[in-house]
């Protein structure tokens, strides 16, 4: 098992994503320390968990992993949800372009499930409107 | 266990199929014609072959010689113009006439055919459907084969401490198979297709390859790396769901033809 490979597969294209946007969009990994919640800046926060590693056979067991990942958007409040909208539109992308991916002779191969979401918040402390959009995720380490 | 999953004496977990890579492959019915040297017209470059087959504008087709009898490889020779292994396009069929045209580019100008060929009886000349062909959006497909049993018991044994077991020997094999399909927007879908070639009277040339896993190699699909069951097939029916809810889709069952060929090593 391979969970940095696994991670890499999602979070590296949706960094590339948000990276490439016009004013590039911020994205905060698991551990990595968000942006203080007393800013308006937009971000993006990604959460990838794993579920399940494998599943035991009656005489080993077999790599099968499985899990979610939780997109959040952060945006300005009292904006309106446009923004937010578009940026949930850059995530849903990548997401719906890994399961275009065939599966090749190395590195992982990875789909995803349906996307649930985007549902939509804004508590009264925050700064920030907040999108989000979950989806399940089955990987599959080739190498 | 392979060796490469044994490290210090311990056996290291193998990755499971999770059928994640699946795919379906299809080539239409009613895309299998054959003609001899008499159907070979050299004026208007134009092939006859049966009536009512299911060529459409645009399908991949390939030429070769078959014995009529075995329908394994025949001798002969192709109509001059027309080369074995070679990817045509067909440009016009006439269903009621079954005369074909085909290009050598999709919507190209027809094949210049110069000769009648020769094809000595039982041998003759077939036109099939080129290559088996992705069917998109796929939501999932089941196989199922089985095997009959017939019940061989005979009756007065003598009895013994314990009951007489029932014997029995393999009968037929059979088959049945089913995907369900998202329909789309494109009218040339395969998927599209699958649905008509249930009515299709002839069905000639109907079949799937069920990929259990679809590997790719330096971005081609690599037969020898994949996984997959492959057989001439006879589509039963079609189940259209349309409702408020969800996704429009369609559901095909289909039925072996023949023995499916099972390719589950990853070697050639």
């Not at chain 1, 890994?98 to 190395?106: A, E, F, M, R, V």
């Not at chain 1, 402390?125 to 999108?131: A, I, L, N, Q, Y």
């Not at chain 2, 020769?118 to 290559?131: C, H, L, M, S």
């Amino acid at each position: 098992m391979n969970y940095q490979a696994i991670r890499a597969a999602v979070e590296n294209p949706l960094l590339s994503a948000f990276g490439a946007l016009v004013p590039a969009v911020p994205v905060h990994f698991d551990n990595i320390t968000a942006v203080p919640p007393n800013t308006t800046t937009e971000y993006v926060r990604v959460n990838v968990t794993f579920g399940i590693t494998n599943e035991p056979t009656l005489t080993s067991s077999v790599d099968n992993a499985r899990g979610a990942i939780v997109i959040r958007i952060f945006t300005e409040k009292g904006r309106g949800p446009a923004r937010n909208q578009t940026l949930l539109t850059t995530a849903v992308n990548v997401l719906e372009t890994l399961n275009n991916g065939t599966k090749g002779t190395s590195g992982v191969y990875f789909k995803v499930g349906e996307i649930n979401g985007p549902t939509f918040s804004a508590t009264e402390e925050s700064p920030h409107f907040m999108g989000r959009i979950d989806t399940s995720y089955v990987a599959t380490v080739l190498s | 266990m392979p060796a490469h999953n044994v490290v210090f004496g311990k056996p290291m977990a193998t990755t499971v199929l999770s059928g994640t890579s699946g795919a379906l492959y299809y080539k239409p019915a009613g895309t299998t014609g054959s003609f001899g040297e008499a159907g070979v017209n050299t004026t208007t470059d134009t092939i006859t072959v049966e009536t009512y087959l299911n060529f459409k504008v645009g399908d991949p087709v390939k030429f070769s010689v078959i014995n009529s009898q075995t329908g394994g490889s025949g001798s002969g020779t192709l109509p001059a113009g027309l080369s074995a292994g070679t990817t045509y396009y067909v440009i016009a069929y006439t269903a009621n006439t079954g005369a074909l045209q085909v290009s050598a580019t999709a919507g190209g100008a027809a094949v210049d055919i110069t000769d009648d060929g020769t094809a000595a009886a039982p041998n003759e000349f077939q036109v099939a459907y080129a290559d088996f062909a992705v069917v998109g959006q796929v939501r999932d497909w089941s196989f199922e084969i089985s095997r009959a049993e017939i019940d061989v018991t005979t009756i007065g044994q003598t009895p013994g401490q314990y009951v007489p077991f029932r014997s029995y020997i393999s009968g037929f094999g059979d088959g049945t198979g089913t995907a369900t399909v998202y329909m789309t927007n494109e009218d040339a879908a395969l998927s599209n297709r699958m649905v008509q070639d249930v009515l299709q009277r002839q069905q000639t040339g109907a079949a799937f390859k069920l990929y259990t896993d679809r590997v790719f190699s330096g971005g081609t699909l690599s037969e020898s790396l994949s996984r997959s069951i492959s057989f001439d097939a006879v589509l039963t029916s079609a189940s259209l769901n349309i409702n408020p809810d969800d996704a429009q889709s369609v559901t095909v069952n289909f039925r072996p033809a023949g023995t499916p060929s099972f390719d589950f090593s990853t070697s050639a």
